[in-house]
C-alpha cells in the first residue's frame, strides 16, 4: 500500500507540472500576449510606452523561461502563488477567502448526493422494469443531459420568481459558515448541485447492483434461502460500493466544475464567481492559482478513491487495479 502510495504521488506530482506549464503558457497566445491585463488596467489611455513600463513594474519584461521558472520555485519553495493584478493582493489570499464557500458548497452537495442517490438506485434495481423505475430512469436521463446553467436557470425562475419565493442568492458575505446561519437562501444553489449529481451516481448504482445480483454468489446465497432483503444488503451491496467508491472520488472535479457554473448563475461569491471576474480581466495568477488547487484536489480525489477501493474490497489487490 506504502508503495502504491509514493508511486501515485509522483505520478500526480508530474500531472501538476504539466499542467503548470500549460496554464502558465496560455496568456502567452493572447492577441496581446502576456500585456493583456496591462491593457485592461490602463484602460484607453494606455500607450505603448505606458503599456511597457506596467509590464516592468509587474516582472512581465522577462524571457518566458525566466518567468516560468521564478514562479515555480516561488510555489514549491514558500506557497507563492503569485500577485492578483486586479485585486492588488496575493492570489493565496485570495483563495484563502473564497476557498471555503465553495468548498461548504460542494461538500453540503456530495453528502446530500450520496444520501439520495444510492438509496434511489438500489431501489430502482430492486423494482427494476417497473413504472418507478421507468420513471426514475427517464427522470436521471433528463437531468444528465441538460447544462448545468440551463437548471439553474429554470428553478430559478420556477422557486426565485414563482412561488414558493425562496432567495434567489445566498447573503453576499464570504464568511463560509453563512450556509448553516441561513440554509433557506442555500436551497437552490444546493438543490441544482444535487440534482445533476445524484442523475448520474443513481444511474451507475442501479448498473452496479444489477450486475452484481447476477453473479454466482449471489444465486448461492438465494438457493441457500436467503432472503430478498439480507442478499441485497448483505452480498449486493457490499460488493457494489466498491465501483461507487471510485465514482464517488472521481466526481470531486466534476462537483467543482458544477459549483463554479451554479456559484456564477446564483451569484454566490465563491470561486466561481472570482474565475469569472480573473479570466474576464486577464488575471493569469488568479486563474493559475484556482486551476491548481482544482488540480491537487481532482488528483487528491483519485489516490483517496484507489484507497478506499482497497479498504472497501480487501479482495482486490491495490497493485493490481492500478495496472
Same mark, same amino acid.
Given at each position: 500500500m506504502l508503495s502504491?502510495?509514493?508511486?501515485?504521488?509522483?505520478?500526480?506530482?508530474?500531472?501538476?507540472?504539466?499542467?503548470?506549464?500549460?496554464?502558465?503558457?496560455?496568456?502567452?497566445?493572447?492577441?496581446?500576449?502576456?500585456y493583456a491585463p496591462a491593457y485592461l488596467a490602463l484602460g484607453t489611455r494606455a500607450t505603448p510606452m505606458m503599456v511597457q513600463?506596467?509590464?516592468?513594474a509587474h516582472g512581465m519584461d522577462h524571457?518566458?523561461?525566466?518567468?516560468?521558472?521564478?514562479?515555480?520555485?516561488?510555489?514549491?519553495?514558500?506557497?507563492?502563488?503569485?500577485?492578483?493584478?486586479?485585486?492588488g493582493?496575493?492570489?493565496?489570499?485570495?483563495?484563502r477567502l473564497y476557498v471555503p464557500r465553495t468548498i461548504w458548497l460542494a461538500l453540503v452537495s456530495l453528502i446530500l448526493t450520496c444520501l439520495i442517490a444510492v438509496p434511489l438506485g438500489i431501489f430502482?434495481?430492486?423494482?427494476?422494469?417497473?413504472?418507478?423505475d421507468y420513471s426514475a430512469t427517464g427522470v436521471a436521463f433528463v437531468l444528465y443531459a441538460m447544462p448545468s446553467f440551463l437548471l439553474c436557470s429554470l428553478v430559478l425562475d420556477a422557486f426565485g420568481f414563482r412561488a414558493p419565493h425562496l432567495p434567489i442568492s445566498p447573503p453576499s458575505g464570504v464568511a463560509p459558515w453563512l450556509i448553516f446561519q441561513d440554509p433557506k437562501a442555500f436551497i437552490m444553489p444546493v438543490g441544482c448541485l444535487v440534482l445533476l449529481s445524484v442523475a448520474g451516481l443513481s444511474r451507475f448504482m442501479r448498473g452496479t447492483v444489477l450486475e452484481v445480483l447476477v453473479q454466482d454468489y449471489v444465486r448461492t446465497a438465494k438457493a441457500k434461502g436467503c432472503s430478498s432483503r439480507r442478499v441485497l444488503f448483505k452480498h449486493a451491496f457490499r460488493n457494489a460500493m466498491g465501483p461507487i467508491v471510485t465514482i464517488l472520488g472521481l466526481s470531486i472535479p466534476g462537483l467543482l466544475g458544477g459549483a463554479l457554473i451554479i456559484e456564477d448563475v446564483f451569484n /454566490?461569491?465563491? %470561486? +466561481?464567481?472570482?474565475?469569472?471576474?480573473?479570466? $474576464?480581466s486577464s488575471?493569469? /495568477?488568479?486563474? %493559475? +492559482?484556482?486551476?491548481?488547487?482544482?488540480?491537487? $484536489?481532482?488528483?487528491?480525489?483519485?489516490?483517496?478513491?484507489?484507497?478506499?477501493?482497497?479498504?472497501v474490497n480487501p479482495r482486490i489487490r491495490i497493485e493490481g487495479v492500478t495496472r
Amino acid at each position: 500500500m506504502l508503495s502504491f502510495i509514493v508511486r501515485r504521488l509522483i505520478q500526480s506530482f508530474v500531472v501538476l507540472l504539466i499542467i503548470i506549464v500549460i496554464t502558465f503558457s496560455l496568456p502567452y497566445l493572447e492577441p496581446k500576449g502576456i500585456y493583456a491585463p496591462a491593457y485592461l488596467a490602463l484602460g484607453t489611455r494606455a500607450t505603448p510606452m505606458m503599456v511597457q513600463a506596467w509590464g516592468v513594474a509587474h516582472g512581465m519584461d522577462h524571457p518566458y523561461l525566466w518567468r516560468l521558472g521564478s514562479y515555480m520555485w516561488g510555489l514549491f519553495t514558500h506557497f507563492n502563488l503569485g500577485y492578483s493584478f486586479q485585486a492588488g493582493r496575493p492570489v493565496m489570499g485570495i483563495l484563502r477567502l473564497y476557498v471555503p464557500r465553495t468548498i461548504w458548497l460542494a461538500l453540503v452537495s456530495l453528502i446530500l448526493t450520496c444520501l439520495i442517490a444510492v438509496p434511489l438506485g438500489i431501489f430502482q434495481a430492486q423494482r427494476r422494469n417497473t413504472a418507478f423505475d421507468y420513471s426514475a430512469t427517464g427522470v436521471a436521463f433528463v437531468l444528465y443531459a441538460m447544462p448545468s446553467f440551463l437548471l439553474c436557470s429554470l428553478v430559478l425562475d420556477a422557486f426565485g420568481f414563482r412561488a414558493p419565493h425562496l432567495p434567489i442568492s445566498p447573503p453576499s458575505g464570504v464568511a463560509p459558515w453563512l450556509i448553516f446561519q441561513d440554509p433557506k437562501a442555500f436551497i437552490m444553489p444546493v438543490g441544482c448541485l444535487v440534482l445533476l449529481s445524484v442523475a448520474g451516481l443513481s444511474r451507475f448504482m442501479r448498473g452496479t447492483v444489477l450486475e452484481v445480483l447476477v453473479q454466482d454468489y449471489v444465486r448461492t446465497a438465494k438457493a441457500k434461502g436467503c432472503s430478498s432483503r439480507r442478499v441485497l444488503f448483505k452480498h449486493a451491496f457490499r460488493n457494489a460500493m466498491g465501483p461507487i467508491v471510485t465514482i464517488l472520488g472521481l466526481s470531486i472535479p466534476g462537483l467543482l466544475g458544477g459549483a463554479l457554473i451554479i456559484e456564477d448563475v446564483f451569484n /454566490y461569491g465563491g %470561486l +466561481g464567481v472570482e474565475t469569472v471576474n480573473a479570466a $474576464l480581466s486577464s488575471d493569469v /495568477y488568479v486563474v %493559475l +492559482g484556482i486551476t491548481l488547487l482544482v488540480s491537487i $484536489l481532482t488528483l487528491l480525489g483519485n489516490l483517496l478513491a484507489d484507497v478506499a477501493l482497497g479498504i472497501v474490497n480487501p479482495r482486490i489487490r491495490i497493485e493490481g487495479v492500478t495496472r
